[in-house]
């Protein structure tokens, strides 16, 4: 029976899930919208996954994305990391002498500095939505431009249409005053793409040096307006990995099959949880001034754990996760 390691990226815009072997060959990648919904979305990949991989075959769980926690929770995963750390890991799996990733998400963009094949500088934008894959998804939305086409049609242009990108209100305004003054469509998208690049540039690249080999990861590397985009301001080679969109679930998996192997069992709760209803409440906490918005979980009314205290006062004091079989 082969063993099979699973990793779950749940992000604000999408839900991604890579199954891989001991080899760290991947067995099934999928990526879904989270739409609003994590836990549903955690849910729904679970349901996928399983049709395929039977559960004795699962012989770990890492999670990572702004979800973790909740995924964690769910699936009772092994290890449960951030996202710099996955993506950074992933990252050095396929190209070892990696030195830089560029990630962009839906919500968010990050910049990973690597040396001698250990992270030593990162960077992220959470708060502005013109760095963002959201960004262009909005505009391809109002260009009725299918957003898998939209890198091929950005690749067409022949004039350079320059869009203001410091912020997405003020982009969107200067694409419809560009598109008002009778320029191309292929010449807007591809001035969209370069501000984007530039607008990740001047927030998170500014003071830093960005060596090559340089990876590029995330749902946006799949747009191939973009990556030329930045190969031309950066003036060097952007490597994709074949599972760009799904590199967090990759890193994730990678690090489930460490933890796993070194202590000899999984923690994973089985498929059966898909069944189960799940609820998040929350309340403040009064007992410092931190204030901290305590997570409540409940599973079928149960609540099985709390977190996002700073202190872990009510972290420590509340975990319902049965282990699962030994590997």
């Known amino acids: 029976m082969q063993k099979i390691y699973i990793g779950i990226d749940v992000g604000s815009v999408s839900t991604n899930l890579v199954a891989m072997n001991g080899n760290k060959n991947v067995v099934e990648s999928l990526y879904i919208r989270t739409q609003g919904n994590p836990i549903q979305s955690i849910k729904n990949v679970l349901q996928i996954i399983k049709s395929t991989i039977n559960e004795s075959e699962v012989a770990g769980v890492g999670v990572t ?9 769910i699936t009772g995963a092994d290890i449960i990391k951030n996202e710099i750390t996955t ?22 963009s990050k910049l990973i500095l690597i040396q001698n094949g250990i992270i030593y500088d990162f960077a992220m934008n959470t708060i502005c939505a013109a760095g963002t894959g959201s960004f262009i998804d909005r505009q391809a939305e109002r260009l009725a431009i299918p957003i898998e086409k939209f890198g091929e049609i950005a690749l067409e242009s022949q004039t350079n249409v320059r869009i203001a ?87 994730a998996a990678i690090l489930a099959r460490k933890e796993t192997r070194k202590k000899g069992y999984t923690n994973f709760v089985g498929f059966d949880e898909i069944e189960c209803d799940y609820e998040v409440k929350s309340f403040e906490c009064g007992v410092c001034a931190n204030a901290c918005e305590v997570i409540d979980f409940y599973k079928d009314s149960e609540r099985i754990a709390m977190y996002n205290d700073r202190c872990g006062r009510y972290t420590n004091s509340i975990l319902k996760i049965k282990m699962a079989h030994t590997i």
């Open 165 to 251: 990108g410091r912020c997405a209100v003020f982009a969107e305004s200067d694409m419809i005053h560009k598109q008002q003054m009778g320029h191309n469509t292929e010449d807007i998208v591809n001035g969209l793409c370069e501000a984007l690049v530039r607008n990740y540039i001047n927030n998170l690249a500014k003071g830093k040096k960005l060596e090559s080999p340089i990876v590029m990861q995330g749902g946006v590397s799949l747009n191939i307006g973009i990556v030329k985009a930045f190969e031309r301001v950066l003036g060097c080679k952007i490597e994709v990995p074949k599972y760009a969109s799904v590199m967090g679930a990759f890193g």
């Open 87 to 108: 993506h950074g890991v992933a990252a050095l799996h396929f190209v070892p002498e990696v030195k830089t990733i560029i990630e962009i998400g839906g919500q968010d």
């Open 65 to 73: 994305g702004s979800g973790r926690h909740l995924a964690g929770i």
